[in-house]
């Protein structure tokens, strides 16, 4: 029974170009919720998704970013453009239902040079 | 806004002695509480969790307390080991918000 993956770890972009990350929820697990930690700062919720509809983008940069869960497949966070400020560490996490039983990811390293 | 706050950026205890990381909270319509380690390159990982409805739990060496009325949690350890030595975030719900995260060193 495989955790959370996320993958690519480590990803490196130049200014201005396309950074896509994925997750692959654990198994039976519907509700993914993807948090950004910035250099020295903590978790910071971006956007909660359940298959095939976004429930709280609340957290999301209103540009260049979005979030998708498809029926198939993994969630994808997609970073359209991205600049030197996104270089961060992108995690996700899945539960089976709405509240609580949140299991995360090691995260995809993102580095825009 | 930060609804979780952590005021202790980082927190160095003797191997055997007790540890003990705080948390404040400003939102009363959280109603369960959880603590995460986290390792470098490493994602959270769960360590233990507190509903609302309660003011104390344990397990093994983590004791979460919780006190309502001054929208306060903390975490104690107890003895801590030098592998205990990590970034302890603390969270609530109902989504899942974090703190900004203690480091705790354990000096052997």
């Known amino acids: 029974n495989a955790g959370v993956m996320q993958n690519p770890r480590h990803l490196v972009r130049r200014r201005g170009q396309e950074a896509r990350l994925r997750c692959s929820p654990m198994?039976?697990?519907?509700?993914v919720y993807w948090y950004r930690q910035l250099p020295e700062e903590g978790l910071k919720f971006m956007v909660y998704?359940?298959?095939?509809?976004?429930?709280?983008e609340s957290g999301m940069p209103k540009e260049r970013f979005s979030a998708e869960f498809p029926k198939e497949g993994p969630s994808i966070l997609r970073i359209q453009q991205v600049v030197r400020g996104d270089s961060a560490a992108y995690f996700c996490?899945?539960?089976?239902?709405?509240?609580?039983?949140?299991?995360f990811g090691s995260g995809t390293r993102l580095t825009v040079v | 806004d930060q609804q979780v706050k952590q005021n202790s950026p980082s927190l160095s205890v003797q191997e055997g002695r007790i540890s003990i990381l705080n948390c404040d909270y400003t939102?009363?319509?959280?109603?369960?509480f959880l603590w995460y380690k986290k390792y470098p390159a490493e994602g959270p990982t769960f360590l233990i969790s507190?509903?609302?409805?309660?003011d104390k739990n344990e397990d093994g060496r983590f004791t979460v307390f919780l006190n309502k009325s001054a929208k306060h949690l903390s975490l104690h350890i107890v003895p801590s080991q030098p592998g205990d030595s990590a970034v302890y975030f603390c969270?609530?719900?109902?989504?899942?918000?974090f703190g900004e995260g203690t480091q705790l060193t354990v000096n052997p």
């Open positions: 939102n009363s319509m959280f109603d369960y």
């Open positions: 996490a899945s539960s089976p239902a709405r509240v609580h039983g949140y299991t």
């Open positions: 998704l359940q298959k095939e509809n976004i429930i709280d």
């Open positions: 969270a609530a719900c109902s989504r899942l918000t």
């Open positions: 507190i509903s609302s409805i309660k």
């Open positions: 198994k039976g697990h519907s509700h």
